[in-house]
């Protein structure tokens, strides 16, 4: 089973900072600086509930608090014309949980482009932050990277993948893009999804699984409220873990490691 503050599969990049900040800048048009100010603009921004919610009907099997809880987080954000902040998404789960997965749904449904729309961002630590001596020189180009190209499209995507093996404090620079203020720097942040993909609480929601088919329970009876504070616990007691940006604004929805035909 896996987690998902504020998503995950069925069962189963960008060269370097520099360039994508040198790529942000040449981004900074007049018609970007309409998308900062203008509540019109939405860039390549189509969103397809329908398509997404039959897809995940259709693959996201056994996992019925994220299929459930992602599209209403979802809805909720993109139909409010003016949100008070970003939506974030945590998603929690072992590897090959489908977390991946579900982030790249998401973009496909909520973007033309996908993965490939110039306005969906995808870090990796292994990629992009690979050096942990060069903590200050990252936390400087991940800022400008994403004050960018929130200029270029306030309807910006920003997945972070494997945040359990990112360097202690760099996340840190994100939390002023969360908060629920009007502006950043300048920049409108309000319409902005931020997806942050995390291995911790793996164990913990396999447990809480366990112990609910231990007790005869049907898996669909798992509620949400039995996963959040395991998954908070695992996360506090991570000696590696990034301090968390979104604070305790965001929930934790769940989704099982296995196919619902093979219970643990």
């Known amino acids: 089973m896996a987690t998902v ?26 018609t970007s600086l309409r998308c900062n100010f203008g509540a019109f603009c939405e860039c390549d921004f189509r969103p397809d509930f329908q398509g997404l919610e039959c897809d995940l009907a259709q693959h996201l099997v056994g996992q019925h608090l994220a299929r459930a809880l992602v599209v209403k987080a979802l809805k909720a954000f993109v139909q409010d014309p003016a949100p008070t902040k970003p939506l974030v998404l945590s998603l929690h789960g072992w590897t090959g949980t489908g977390k991946s997965y ?20 995808h870090f990796s630590p292994v990629i992009h932050f690979p050096h ?19 200029t270029a499209c306030s309807r910006s995507l920003f997945l972070f993948d494997e945040m359990d093996e990112l360097a202690p404090g760099l ?10 203020s009007w502006v950043v720097y300048g920049t409108n942040y309000r319409k902005a999804i931020f997806i942050f993909i995390s291995n911790t609480g793996g164990a913990q929601i396999n447990q809480v699984v366990l112990e609910a088919w231990r007790s005869r329970r049907e898996r669909e009876e798992i509620r ?26 965001c929930a934790i929805h769940a ?10």
């Open 5 to 30: 503050r504020c998503g995950c599969w069925p069962w189963g990049s960008l060269l370097g900072l520099l360039g994508l900040v040198s790529a942000a800048a040449a981004a900074w048009d007049l």
């Open 102 to 121: 579900v982030s790249s749904l998401l973009a496909h449904y909520l973007f033309r482009g996908g993965l490939r729309s110039p306005h969906v961002h």
């Open 132 to 150: 942990p001596g060069h903590l200050e020189r990252y936390k400087k180009d991940l800022k400008s990277w994403v004050q960018g190209n929130l």
């Open 171 to 180: 996340i840190e620079v994100l939390r002023p893009f969360l908060g629920p």
């Open 224 to 249: 949400l409220q039995e996963l959040e504070p395991v998954i908070s616990q695992a996360v506090l007691d991570n000696p590696n873990r990034p301090r968390a940006p979104w604070g305790n604004d």
């Open 255 to 264: 989704c099982n490691q296995r196919p619902a035909q093979a219970w643990p």
